[in-house]
């Protein structure tokens, strides 16, 4: 049986960041702690962390009374990625293969995740970007092309804000009239909301929804009766992220799973060293 029980540290670590994003009085970021510290206590540790996540964040909006903490952080990256969409997005029209292209930079932008690194800058953003061109890559973006020209409807799972900009690049390259882009149903970490979708021009190009979720992942009974139709209704999942990962890696449904690795138990759940760049089918 799987456990998360090295993710506590990292619950903690978010909790109190976002409780510092939220206002300076440390008598609200000793309330946060203490209220969430007794929500771990009661946790079951092999539920899937984004469903330990969304407990931890609810308790962090409640106490702190700010419904969305990131929220000045998600505009700052929506915006640096945007400023360098032209550059990304040459190198994509100007490589010998752009949809590999394409779908490396869609990976490389999995690095902007605050869950996991809350000290993550733009200029660690680019050198990621820079080194995802020529980096090794877990899985076979062939395979996954070819399922992309077979499918008829495509739902593609959306992750973090600012890499929402890499997911417009990678769908700028599939057969974006087949492409359904899902958000989560309300602000949690720097997770993808309709507002980052209109942002970042998403809305333009395809079909956006949200999951009606207020969990960092895609937990199906949290979502709402219409996501769940489009979810059951694709013949291809594209999805972002560890916390799409970690939720939905049982089902089974054609799912690519695509993202960087950054925790232990992922790594060993997809046999990849921490700091690959993954492409995983569950099929």
Do not use: W
Request: glycine share 6%; hydrophobic share 40%.
């Amino acid at each position: 049986m799987k456990t998360y029980f090295d993710c506590i540290p990292c619950f903690l670590r978010q909790a109190l960041n976002a409780a510092r994003l939220t206002t300076a009085d440390i008598k609200i970021h000793e309330n946060v702690m203490r209220k969430v510290l007794g929500r771990v206590y009661e946790m079951d540790l092999n539920q899937p962390p984004p469903l330990m996540g969304q407990q931890i964040y609810r308790i962090i909006r409640e106490a702190s009374g700010d419904s969305d903490p990131y929220k000045k952080i998600k505009n700052k990256f929506n915006t640096f990625v945007l400023d360098l969409y032209p550059e990304f997005k040459k190198k994509i029209t100007t490589s010998v293969n752009p949809f590999e292209t394409a779908v490396r930079l869609a990976i490389a932008g999995n690095i902007i995740d605050f869950g996991v690194d809350a000290e993550i800058n733009t200029s660690t953003v680019y050198q990621v970007v820079n080194q995802s061109l020529t980096q090794e890559l877990n899985g076979s973006i062939e395979k996954f092309k070819e399922a992309v020209l077979s499918a008829n409807k495509i739902l593609y799972l959306g992750d973090n804000s600012g890499e929402i900009v890499f997911d417009r690049l990678l769908i700028e390259q599939l057969p974006y009239d087949k492409v359904t882009y899902a958000v989560r149903g309300y602000p949690v970490i720097n997770d993808v909301t309709m507002d980052d979708a209109v942002a970042t021009g998403i809305t333009k190009l395809v079909t956006v929804i949200d999951n009606g979720s207020d969990a960092p992942g895609t937990i199906l009974d949290e979502c709402s009766d219409k996501f769940k139709r489009v979810f059951h209704d694709a013949d291809m999942i594209i999805s972002k992220g560890q916390g799409n990962y970690e939720s939905l890696s049982d089902s089974n449904k054609n799912i690519f799973f695509i993202f960087k690795v950054k925790c232990r138990v992922v790594a060993e759940n997809t046999k990849s060293a921490l700091g690959s760049m993954v492409i995983q089918n569950n099929k």
